[in-house]
């Protein structure tokens, strides 16, 4: 009984340990050909268009639901102790610290990482990868470095922009529900907030975009066996981000913020 | 086309030992093959008997685990990104099911290489590939399309198209006729045997399609079991002497050849 799961329990860790190192090296590869030429700025573009803009609704609603949720169960919380006053300090930290680049790098994880796994695998069941290489374009040049690139550009515009809505969320629950005062629930969120809150959450979610479409990308770049192969990429591509995020947020606060 | 058949000269593409595993399993086994400038060779065999292994080691695509390929005499095996780059700008390939990119319009699909691999401006490549779309008998309206919006021979139109945008040296040819109906894939034939004799190309094709195989080669070999096991002018193949070849032109279930399981 021993040696059967000591076999098993040693073949997963070489497979999780060859599976590291492959996404290591995919990672080292898109980082050293991103400063080669030739470079795609017209697909870079497009991929800025994609992640940042497309993505700005379902970011826009999560942050601004975040936002009032938060100011609304503070309140409940807060109202026992007499610290309703602290509710746009909370709202604001909490947001621009942590729930403005996880949700936000979770719902892009969820509709961009699993979109360029899909379109990846597509091509690359479908010979379009092998095609650019026969036309003297490099597919990894091509396809993953603008990938890559854009998502560490336009995620921490994005996380911005979130922070932003969800700030104004939790005002409109305040204002208008909580019986704020407009001005002082203003004064009170601009003064608590430091820069240091809005820097790490803006380098989370460039190291977020990064992971997000460095999994798409591997995803679909290394995908086989049409369709079923695809979906499992397109799979695999949204858990794989979606766990990496919640790691390395973790040990970004710590870098950031632990005494 | 077997009269046009040029003479062998000094081979353009040379194949010496070439051998590919996967596993334990051998898919090519030392394979000798020339090509000679101009000439269309014709590699044919059943379904998983190494042909588009043998296609994809030549373009550089997967790399043999032995053996010599030289394209005008430049050994092509170890090549870096840069020398690759360099050696595929002579090469057109058309893949089995396209390959067209179908985020990008017909037109763009065409003027793909010019654009990205010859810094061609984008109004220059337009016209080109309206060029080449009219070479293959498509309008230029067509060149608006999506590809998804064709049916799969003007699919396979385009993809020639592209195939022979760059004016290429040598044109691989994946299965050409493969899921045409006979009319439109004798139009294929038609447009290959047309556009290589035009551009003056060295062609490389791989068929099970017989009717495609004395069409567009000057030559045919026959690959079983990761072996070349026969190879000769197209008009021998009705006399080759090799019951292997025989089973296989005439498609009879009864003979030597046994149905290959895995595809590789």
Known sequence: ?259 | MNADAPQMAAAKISLRDVAKSFGPKKVLQGIDLDVAPGESMVVIGGSGSGKSVLLKCILGLMAPNRGSIRVDGEETVDFNDRSRARVMRKFGMLFQGGALFDSLRVWENVAFGPIQSDGMRPEQAREVAIAKLGAVGLGPEIGELFPSELSGGMQKRVALARAIAREPEIIFFDEPTTGLDPIMADVINDLIVKCVSDLGATAVSITHDMASARKIGHRIGMLYEGRLIWQGPVADIDHSGNAHVDQFIHGRAEGPIRMQVRKF
């Open chain 1, 1 to 259: 009984m021993t040696i059967p799961l000591l076999t098993v329990l040693g073949r997963m860790t070489l497979a999780f340990l060859e599976a590291a190192g492959a996404v290591t090296s995919f990672a080292f590869q898109a980082i050293r050909l991103s400063v080669q030429p030739p470079f795609y700025r017209q697909q870079l573009l497009r991929q800025m268009l994609e992640i940042g803009y497309y993505s700005l609704p379902v970011v826009g609603l999560t942050a601004i639901f975040t936002g009032m949720v938060l100011a609304l169960q503070s309140y409940t919380g807060f109202a026992r102790f007499s610290a309703e006053s602290a509710i746009p300090n909370v709202v604001v930290v909490s947001l621009t610290r942590e729930l403005g680049p996880v949700l936000a790098g979770l719902m892009v994880a969820g509709r961009v990482g699993a979109a360029m796994a899909a379109e990846i695998g597509t091509m690359r069941v479908t010979e379009q990868i092998d095609a650019l290489t026969t036309l003297s374009t490099n597919p990894f040049k091509y396809l993953v470095v603008p990938r890559v690139i854009a998502g560490i550009v336009t995620l921490p515009i994005l996380v911005l922009v979130a922070d932003i809505i969800g700030v104004l969320g939790g005002f409109l629950v305040g204002v208008y529900k909580l019986d704020f005062n407009d001005t002082a629930y203003l004064r009170n969120t601009l003064d608590f907030l430091e820069f240091q809150d809005v820097f790490s959450g803006l380098v989370k979610a460039a190291v977020f975009g990064f992971l997000i479409t460095l999994m798409g990308c591997y995803h679909g770049y290394t995908s086989k066996g049409g369709a079923q192969g695809v979906g499992m990429a397109t799979t695999n591509a949204v858990v794989s981000a979606s766990i990496l995020i919640l790691t390395f947020n973790y040990f970004i606060t710590e870098a950031f913020f632990s005494r």
